[in-house]
Nanobody
Framework: QVQLVESGGGSVQAGESLTLSCVAS????????MGWFRQIPGKERDVVAI???????GYSDSVKGRFTISRDNAKNTLYLQMNSLKPEDTAMYYC???????????????????WGQGTQVTVSS
């Protein structure tokens, strides 16, 4: 059973940075699609960033140029470097894995079968 555990969330001021980590257990999916999503209470979960098995990346327009997704296959760890944080980035952040695809990753919640428990990011102005 694949488990994903996020860490690194917290409370910061606008303009500051945070790095989220997601460690996968019993996981040989280092070449599969993975992603970061976020959700505000009462809203749908939205994609933030996607990384393919070949480490190609894609970002939502709202974070492009400020966030960077990366992976360390040797450590089975996914990262999200978040710079120049804004109050509108406040959300619960989730990492997810799609073990059915290595390339042509989808940015849909329904495409990802494995999820972490989430880590809260709060940005104050």
């Amino acid at each position: 059973q694949v488990q994903l555990v996020e860490s690194g969330g917290g409370s910061v001021q606008a303009g500051e940075s945070l790095t989220l980590s997601c460690v996968a257990s019993e996981y040989t999916g280092s070449n599969y699609c993975m992603g970061w999503f976020r959700q505000i209470p009462g809203k749908e979960r939205d994609v933030v960033a996607i990384i393919t098995g070949g480490s190609s990346t894609g970002y939502s327009d709202s974070v492009k140029g400020r966030f960077t997704i990366s992976r360390d296959n040797a450590k089975n760890t996914l990262y999200l470097q978040m710079n120049s944080l804004k109050p509108e980035d406040t959300a619960m952040y989730y990492c997810a894995a799609d073990l059915s695809r290595r390339y042509s990753c989808r940015d849909k919640v329904s495409s990802f079968g494995y999820w972490g428990q989430g880590t809260q990011v709060t940005v104050s102005s």
